[in-house]
């Protein structure tokens, strides 16, 4: 069975806050490694993160070019999102925005689940 990777670039973006800085998970393994290997062997369950840590995901993630996938919320209908557009209800914390905060904290819980995974099984 082969493992499964975190998209390139991932590692770049901020994870946690450690000392009150954004620190990414490569800033973990090189400055805190004792903090990263407690992450990836599951002795440490919460990381701190913020709504502005998860907007700067976002935000990191477009400017390595890396464009994320148009989303279709249904609200008051059916509507597209352009990155920037994602991006700035984000910020603004609009119910759409609040949901894209959301869906971010979700695939960050699933990044570090694939860590953890990749972890236990070298």
């Not at 670039?9 to 407690?38: A, C, F, N, R, W």
């Not at 557009?85 to 959301?102: N, S, V, Y």
Request: aromatic share 6%.
């Amino acid at each position: 069975m082969s493992k499964r990777r975190l998209p390139l670039g991932e590692e770049t973006l901020p994870i946690t806050i450690v000392e009150g800085k954004m620190t990414s998970l490569q800033d973990l393994e090189q400055h805190y490694p004792l903090l990263y290997k407690d992450l990836v062997s599951r002795k440490v369950f919460e990381l701190k993160v913020s709504d502005e840590l998860l907007v700067s995901r976002v935000k990191q993630r477009h400017a390595q070019g890396r464009v994320a996938t148009i989303y279709r919320m249904v609200h008051d209908g059916v509507k597209e999102f352009s990155p920037e557009e994602q991006i700035e209800e984000m910020e603004a914390r609009t119910p759409t925005g609040l949901d894209f905060i959301k869906a971010e904290s979700k695939l960050l819980e699933e990044e570090l689940k694939v860590l953890c995974e990749n972890y236990a099984s070298s």
